[in-house]
Nanobody, 120 residues
């Protein structure tokens, strides 16, 4: 079992930055691929970014490439999402996910979400 707790969301103006954190419980954090999804009002949850277990592989949705950076600190059991040059269309609830295999919409473990609101 893995429990995930996100933090770092908030209200920011367009062009600003936020860093989301996702703290994981358990002693096997390094055994899980980690990722971020988001869900805007009235829309389906969408993939944002993912990182392999060792941190050597990263993947991004086209909509955030060049603006968002995923990273992880296995010593702190934490994954981060640095979000720069935020746009109003980035407004959503952001969810952290963990999976022993590959991050997907059906991954095993999810956090409760953190709200990100970008004003124009």
């Amino acid at each position: 079992q893995v429990q995930l707790v996100e933090s770092g969301g908030g209200l920011v103006q367009a062009g600003g930055s936020l860093r989301l954190s996702c703290a994981a419980s358990g002693r096997t954090f390094s055994s899980y691929a980690m990722g971020w999804f988001r869900q805007a009002p009235g829309k389906e949850r969408e993939y944002v970014a993912a990182m392999g277990r060792s941190g050597g592989s990263t993947y991004y949705a086209d909509s955030v490439k060049g603006r968002f950076t995923i990273s992880r600190d296995n010593a702190k059991n934490t994954v981060y999402l640095q979000m720069n040059n935020l746009k109003p269309e980035d407004t959503a609830v952001y969810y952290c996910a963990a999976d022993p295999r590959i991050i997907s919409a059906s991954s095993d473990y999810w956090g409760q979400g953190t709200q990100v609101t970008v004003s124009s």
